[in-house]
């Protein structure tokens, strides 16, 4: 399936392991079953992501974050918005490597994918075809701020109050 | 009342943008129409019986005249001249053209308003006490908070997504005119018993529908400082426990119900102390800045009662009435606040012309401070009035046909839009309030009957709150049958309680006789200023029952014939 983040589709370096299968290469993701196997016998310098369904909970990837480049989450559905949460958890445990959604998400959803801490998308040909590169980048320019503290790079609207505030104090 | 800043505008407009580019993606197929119907609905899109309906959020059910008047333009332009106020403090547009609703965007976003996340799975509009900042029972004034919420709520990227809709309203006061046990959570500003610190109790998983529930208590307590945090952390469980396979128990009531109050709370306090409040709060000086809109307007100095409306009041018995039951004391002495009944007898119960939307923005501009509430009565309030002037107030409303003196009487009935515009109804309701409104019409007699609810709704959804009317009423369809359930006992306040089912359903026509029948139980065995609820609450529901299953004679009579 098509791989896309901020700066348009591109070519995805990650290799997906059956079960069973030899977990080689230089970037692997597996099932979370498998995780601790292949963590064992991780080669030198090697990615590893895991690939985990939007019921997996925190605590049950915790003991991993370190161990970690990707975190792959599944979207069954584009409205079922749980992994919105899940990824949030993943970054407010300290989590700084990619995290990907997988699954049939839109453009419109990329600006709160990315607030919640989502780097990258990987979408089902149907929609990589009705929805262009131009329309994910539209929709992150979509949102000049937004009201929520701590969720995206840019500063939040209460934020950005706090700077005015600070500059017209500043200035009388 | 609040005005937007430079930000809020802002994200607005981009909202409006936003929403005409996916229109015309819907329209050139980038997206699907299972893609565009969530887009569409956190707009406020319905696509209903005969039309697309637009619903537009009046956060908390405060407008300013200003405002009013601009929904009556769009009304007059885009729709057929006039609005109907729901339950959820909204106003819905039931013939707006798909094509014309991006302009009716722009034109609302003029005026500091929108119809974001009236619809959808999603935070909905937060609702509020209709006497918010009038009231003389009030701990604090709730909108602040509300305001507070609305911002935090809208487009929350985490939040967006939910099973299910979800509700949020705040009160300020401990007698509860905001319904908050009927809603997802309710909030109710209390002063801590010990310290006398201002915070927060909330309630969460009241909701009606087909599975109606009161909300149960989740914290006695939270510093108004954690209110973010908290919501957060209550979201979040949500979010990720929230029933996604059956979208009859997606609400979070039925998780609530089916891991108990119990364990809610610990998933929601673990959540919880895992977050830094202070980096989700709002910092103080943007709660000053939210709280100074909502300061009490420049009120005069005036003794308690006013001498003129004594005299105005002996002199003509009409305007005497009025006073009686549509003002509500107010803080501040010689101001009182002010119901203007959307319910005229044998009315629509929330329907407003655009004349009529016009005349209240000019009698709030003359007599209460250019503000305007609305109430999930499904009626208007003017806030704040001078005793002096509600004899000039009401003369103006008499000239607008919105003078009716009903205000919590029983024909001033909550009703569902219904079969007559609502894709999922099973009956009509509509019909039927005006019905009893006809019937209980005469001024002598509602006034002999005092204080009454009667809530319809046109399928067990439950839009028009039946389940907690004192006297419900639920339209449904038996073998291509309307058959109305009626429902007793039911409680929207501080004393919450769901309605008990009297017996089994009866057709349209006999419903008014039914209520009559309740009612003469009522004013068989009343005391002394007992009022309807508080006489169900001490007979239980058996005599009624009686009353309700055995016709009089008379209807037997008429029956027969
Ligand atoms: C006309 C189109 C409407 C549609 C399609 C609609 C749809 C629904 C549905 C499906 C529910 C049940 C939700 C659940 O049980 O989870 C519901 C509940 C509700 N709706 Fe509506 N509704 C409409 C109009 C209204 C109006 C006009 C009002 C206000 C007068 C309203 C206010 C409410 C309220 C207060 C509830 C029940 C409280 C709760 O959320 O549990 N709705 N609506
Ligand atoms: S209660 Fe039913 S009929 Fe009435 S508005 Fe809601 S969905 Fe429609």
Redesign the interface.
Known sequence: MPLLDAHGYRADPWRRIAAGEPATGDAVLVALADLPAVIAGRSNAQRIGVEVANTVRLPDLSAFLGQLDLVAIAFPAFNDGRAFSLARQLREAGFKGAVRAVGPVIADQFTHLVACGFDEVEVPDAIAARQPEAQWRGALASYGATYQTGYGAGASILERRRALRAGQGAAS | MYRY?Q??E??VR?RV??FR??VA?RID????ED?FK??RLKNGVYLQLHAYMLRIAIPYGTLSSVQLRQLALIGERYDRGYGHFTTRQNLQFNWPKLRDIPDILDLLADVGMHCIQTSG?CIRNTTADHFSGAAADEVEDPRPTAELIR??S??????????RKFKIAVTGAARDRAAIRAHDIGIQVVRHPVSGEVGYRLFVGGGLGRTPMIGKLVRDFLPKAHLLAYLQSLM?VY??EGR?DNKYKARVKILVHEIGIEEFRARVEAEFA??DPA??A??P??VA?IEAYFAAPAFATFPADSQRVVADRARDAAFDRWVETNTFPHRQPGYAAVTVSLKPVGGVPGDATSDQMRAVADLADAHSFGEIRVSHHQNLILPHVRQDELHALWTGLVAAGLAEANAGLITDIIACPGLDYCALATARSIPIAQAISRRFGSAERQREIGELGIKISGCINACGHHHVGHIGILGLEKSGQESYQVTLGGDATENAAIGQLLGPGITAEEVPDAIERLVGVYLAHRHDGETFAEAVRRLGIEPFKAGFLAPQPAEAAHAAA
Not at chain 2, 29 to 32: K, V
Not at chain 2, 154 to 163: A, G, Q, R, S
């Open positions: 800043d930000f809020d802002a994200f981009e943008a936003q580019g996916q993606r197929g980038a997206l699907t893609e969530p887009l799975n911002q935090w809208t487009m929350h990227p985490e939040f967006d997504y939910l099973p979040r979010n990720l996604r895992a977050l980096a989700i709002a910092d000086d943007e800045r």
